[in-house]
C-alpha cells in the first residue's frame, strides 16, 4: 500500500513539474536578467543570485565562459582580409 502511495506521489510530482517547467522558468529569468536588465550588477546580492542560477540552469556554459574568460592566453585572430583590386586593367569606354 505504501508502495502504490509513493508511486502515484512520484508520478502526480512528475506530472505538475513537467506541465510547470520550473528549470524553462528559471533559465528565462536568467536570460532576461542578462539581456535586457544591464543595471543587475547594481545590487551585489542579486548579481550572486544571478550568477548562481545561471551556474545552476547553464553549468557547462558557465564553465566555458569562465574558462575563456580566465585564460591566460589570447584567443587566436583570424588572417587578415584580402580584397582584390578594383583598379582594371583596361581602361572603361564612355
Known amino acids: 500500500m505504501l508502495t502504490t502511495a509513493i508511486a502515484v506521489t512520484s508520478l502526480a510530482a512528475g506530472y505538475v513539474l513537467g506541465r510547470v517547467r520550473p528549470w524553462d522558468l528559471l533559465d528565462t529569468w536568467v536570460w532576461r536578467r542578462f539581456t535586457f536588465m544591464g543595471a543587475w550588477t547594481e545590487s551585489k546580492p542579486q548579481a550572486v543570485l544571478t550568477i548562481a542560477a545561471h551556474v545552476l540552469v547553464r553549468p557547462r556554459v558557465s564553465y ?9 592566453r589570447p584567443p587566436e585572430r583570424a588572417p587578415a582580409l584580402r580584397f582584390r583590386s578594383t583598379t582594371d586593367t583596361e581602361e572603361p569606354t564612355p
Open 64 to 72: 566555458d565562459i569562465w574558462r575563456r574568460r580566465n585564460d591566460p
